[in-house]
């Protein structure tokens, strides 16, 4: 984690760098703004990462120049297969998004089957045949 938090870590540098030299030249507001929450993103996540590989009790595999594939083996988690729910969230979201362009009673429909439906893609394996 700490190769990341250094690549992180200079593209917050870069960012620190280019704003004040942007806000400078141009003036533009929006462009500033966005350089300045790009650079605090960048902050946030390299400060994450070199924190955290530095809480680690030994480096990671792919952080030692003498690591080997098989080191990394093993079950990284459970990916649901066969599920519909995803879908389900994704035509719900639009359906917000619709809904806040057109009308708010749309907008609250959605909000409803987002609902609905991130509860059941959060529940979906407590219950039924494939309950754990």
Do not use: N
Not at 75 to 86: A, K, L, Q, T, V
Not at 102 to 128: M, N
């Amino acid at each position: 984690m700490r190769t990341e938090g250094i690549v992180f870590a200079v593209i917050t540098v870069f960012f620190a760098v280019v704003t004040p030299v942007y806000w400078f030249m141009s003036g533009d507001p929006t462009g500033t703004t966005a350089l300045v929450l790009s650079f605090g993103l960048g902050f946030l996540v390299a400060f994450y990462l070199l924190f955290t590989a530095r809480r680690l009790p030994a480096p990671r595999p792919e952080d030692r120049s003498d690591g080997e594939i098989y080191e990394m083996a093993g079950e990284y988690g459970f990916f649901s297969p066969h599920s519909w729910w995803p879908l389900a969230v994704a035509v719900s979201g639009a359906v917000v998004f619709l809904g806040l362009v057109f009308g708010w009673w749309l907008f609250l429909i959605g909000v409803a089957l987002a609902t609905i439906a991130v509860v059941g893609f959060v529940f979906e394996y407590y219950r039924g045949e494939h309950a754990h």
